[in-house]
């Protein structure tokens, strides 16, 4: 018996998984989370074969999840999934020790036996997602300057993300800078848009 772990913010989304991999005669699904520190703990209580994660989750992301586990329980295996996966969230997913990246439109059949594969060692990328990842280029941004381009995502003025990435103002002006130039962009809301097309963000 496969023992999973489910972590999907939407209950919805995550009971109805939970419901498609419980009529699988091998799987059981010992524990659902419904945010990354949740699904964290919930794993390190219940120890699962395999994590099944949603990509973005409050608190913790999938990828984020995803690198705890791989330092803190690296036998069991992530899963992630996705309901708008782009080529850059495969490679941070991959880069993060995800062994698999599925997204929210494939079928139960798909993801139970995704679950099997990476089960035993094996790895699982969805086929449109490997075939975009192939030719988009790599992100031209240091992680510094991904960092405040995150944070500029959400709106915040250059004072609070200077507070939250621990960095003087005339510094976070700077990198948005660098970001926006690097990105061609004519704004901080272009680049942000240009990031999030790519998955960088």
């Known amino acids: 018996?496969?023992?999973?772990?489910l972590a999907d913010d939407e209950e919805l989304v995550r009971t109805a998984v939970a419901?498609?991999?419980?009529?699988?005669?091998?799987?059981?699904?010992?524990?659902q989370a419904q945010d990354g520190p949740g699904a964290?703990?919930?794993?390190?209580?219940?120890?699962?074969?395999?994590?099944?994660?949603d990509l973005e989750m409050p608190g913790t992301d999938g990828v984020q999840v995803a690198a705890e586990l791989a330092r803190s329980l690296p036998g069991c295996r992530v899963v992630v999934l996705t309901g708008r996966g782009r080529p850059g969230h495969l490679r941070r997913a991959l880069e993060a020790g995800a062994r698999g990246?599925?997204?929210?439109?494939?079928?139960?059949?798909?993801?139970?036996?995704?679950?099997?594969?990476?089960?035993?060692?094996?790895?699982?990328?969805?086929?449109?997602l490997a075939a975009d990842a192939?030719?988009?280029?790599?992100?031209?941004?240091?992680?510094?300057?991904?960092?405040?381009?995150?944070?500029?995502?959400?709106?915040?003025?250059?004072?609070?993300?200077?507070?939250?990435?621990?960095l003087a103002p005339g510094t976070v002006r700077n990198y948005l800078l660098a970001a926006q130039t690097k990105l061609?962009?004519?704004?901080?809301?272009?680049?942000?848009?240009?990031?999030?097309?790519?998955g960088w963000l």
């Open 1 to 5: 018996m496969i023992r999973v772990l």
């Open 40 to 53: 964290v703990d919930a794993a390190l209580a219940h120890r699962p074969d395999v994590a099944v994660v």
């Open 101 to 128: 990246f599925v997204t929210k439109g494939a079928s139960g059949a798909t993801l139970a036996g995704v679950v099997r594969l990476v089960h035993g060692g094996g790895r699982y990328v969805d086929p449109g």
């Open 184 to 198: 061609d962009a004519s704004s901080r809301a272009e680049a942000v848009r240009t990031a999030e097309r790519f």
């Open 134 to 166: 192939l030719s988009t280029p790599d992100c031209p941004l240091s992680p510094r300057e991904l960092e405040v381009l995150r944070l500029a995502s959400f709106g915040l003025p250059n004072a609070v993300i200077a507070q939250r990435a621990h």
């Open 19 to 31: 419901a498609l991999l419980a009529l699988e005669d091998d799987l059981e699904v010992v524990a």
